[in-house]
């Protein structure tokens, strides 16, 4: 429901059912997402039944995956952790880091609660955010690797150094994986790794399944409603209300100026 379908109908145009989520889950697994897979040439049909396959198993109220995940994080979170800096070790995986990212902190990020997620691709991130990690303020940032055994595509390496010479592409960069987790942990920061055996269509269902499992029960644990995110509206709003009322820049300077002084008094 809402301006979308108005236009929509308006234009007699066919709609496909889509249930009632929050778009970071209608997006990944109803027909918002499964139709522009299917036409990009995607084996929806694998995928589906990955989402099945893992969701009969995440579902469970055991010692399951998505129930360890969440359960660390909300330890963690008791302890003041609030940031989930994730690591995805391939661009095979960094759209489903993306909806991970989204997910924890739409979520979760309620009723002055939550965790938020952030990520930069890796091994990048090595070179740019590691430092902090290993040697910054502590008791803040949970990391997490995300890494593919098989890669695909990938390519193997001619090197002059004898132990890089004929090894994949991905193979070392796995090896990277593993020393930095090996790093984190030796530094006393509390870390997760998440390692898919091969980028295929069903693997990335159960990913997903995961994914959206973890923050469920996550948000459980922190008692917050896992499906709404009732703050986004407000931004939207006040960009509506502008565009409608010719609102210039330099008004909306002003206004935003005046909001500050008046709200910030406490904090600074």
């Known amino acids: 429901m809402g301006s979308m379908k108005a236009i929509l109908d308006k234009i007699n145009c066919p709609i496909l059912d889509v249930p009632n989520l929050s778009g970071r889950y209608a997006g990944s697994v109803t027909n918002v997402g499964i139709v522009p897979a299917y036409l990009a040439g995607i084996n929806v049909k694998d ?15 055991e010692n399951q995956p998505s129930i360890q995940l969440a359960t660390f994080l909300f330890n963690l979170y008791k ?28 979520s979760t990020g309620k009723d002055e609660k939550g965790m938020i997620g952030t990520y930069q691709s890796a091994p990048i991130c090595q070179h740019s955010v590691l430092e902090y990690l290993l040697g910054g303020t502590k008791g803040i940032v949970v990391p997490i690797l995300w890494t593919i055994i098989k890669e695909n595509p990938d390519v193997l390496l001619i090197s002059s150094i004898s132990y890089v010479e004929g090894q994949s592409g991905q193979t070392i960069v796995n090896y990277q994986a593993n020393a ?17 055996n091969k980028p295929s269509e069903r693997n990335i269902g159960h990913l997903i399944a995961l994914i959206l499992s973890s923050i469920y029960y996550l948000c459980l644990l922190l008692n917050v409603n896992w499906a709404n995110n009732p703050k986004v509206i ?35």
Do not use: H
Request: glycine share 8%; net charge positive.
């Open 180 to 196: 930095t987790f090996q790093a984190l942990i030796q530094q006393e920061v509390p870390t997760a790794k998440i390692e898919v």
């Open 79 to 106: 302890k003041g952790y609030n940031v989930v800096f994730s690591m995805p070790y391939s661009k095979n995986l960094e759209g489903s880091v993306g909806l991970w990212v989204q997910g924890i902190s739409e």
């Open 234 to 268: 407000i931004g939207k709003k006040i960009c509506n209300e502008a565009l409608k009322n010719k609102i210039t820049p330099e008004e909306g300077k002003t206004t935003r100026k005046k909001i500050a002084q008046d709200r910030y008094k406490r904090i600074f």
């Open 47 to 61: 995928f589906l039944k990955g989402l099945e396959e893992g969701y009969e198993v995440f579902s469970k109220y």
